[in-house]
């Protein structure tokens, strides 16, 4: 058996959750709230696809930025290589000329 002011409490929270169901059913029923809710989720769907965008872009433009740093770093060894064949050959050929100068 319940008493009297736990009954009331009950009644009194019963009463405030019929109370804010039915302001909530209004709200969600008027189209302005509907209108806000949508403009809302609109802005943020756009947000959304442009901070996308944005990094798609940069992930693209960073890969882009490697390959080309990929491709520089293998035509700078390329270089490399070439300019130790020529150091070689230019190193044989002052042996052969101080060679012949003896």
Known sequence: MS???ESGLREGVEAWERE???YW????RSPDFLRRVG???????KSQQQI???FESFVLSMAGMHEQSARELYLLEQLEQR???L???IERLEQTL???DD
């Open 98 to 100: 101080s060679g012949d």
């Open 20 to 22: 804010a169901a039915a």
């Open 25 to 28: 059913d209004n709200l969600t």
């Open 3 to 5: 008493r009297p002011s």
């Open 52 to 54: 996308t965008a944005s």
């Open 39 to 45: 403009y809302q989720l609109s802005r943020s769907l």
């Open 87 to 89: 150091a070689e050959r």
């Open 83 to 85: 300019l130790d064949v």
